[in-house]
Nanobody
Framework: QVQLVESGGGLVQPGGSLRLSCEDSGLTFSAYDMSWYRQHPGKERELVATITMAGGSTNYDDSVKGRFTITRDNRKNTVYLQMNSLDPAATAVYYC?????????WGPGTQVTVSS
């Protein structure tokens, strides 16, 4: 049984910061690439950031480059998304994803709202 649980979402003012966490249970965590996605109301889910198994490579959507940072701690089975300089466009449900070949798992999501 695989379980991914996101935490750290909430309401933040424009220009503020949040750090999202995703903790895994039941997964050989270090064998999976980890990603963060987000979904705005009425829009398709979009990829935000990805980090490879050992953390040696990262990729970001152009909309968040320089402001968001994805990291992982395989000893804690946790992946993080540090979000700085937030603006209202970042308002969305953020999802944690684990992927290895044909295996692809998702967390339930956490809401991030950027508003004054």
């Amino acid at each position: 049984q695989v379980q991914l649980v996101e935490s750290g979402g909430g309401l933040v003012q424009p220009g503020g910061s949040l750090r999202l966490s995703c903790e895994d249970s039941g997964l050989t965590f270090s064998a999976y690439d980890m990603s963060w996605y987000r979904q705005h109301p009425g829009k398709e889910r979009e990829l935000v950031a990805t980090i490879t198994m050992a953390g040696g490579s990262t990729n970001y959507d152009d909309s968040v480059k320089g402001r968001f940072t994805i990291t992982r701690d395989n000893r804690k089975n946790t992946v993080y998304l540090q979000m700085n300089s937030l603006d209202p466009a970042a308002t969305a449900v953020y999802y944690c994803s684990a992927r290895r070949g044909s295996r692809h798992f998702w967390g339930p999501g956490t809401q991030v709202t950027v508003s004054s």
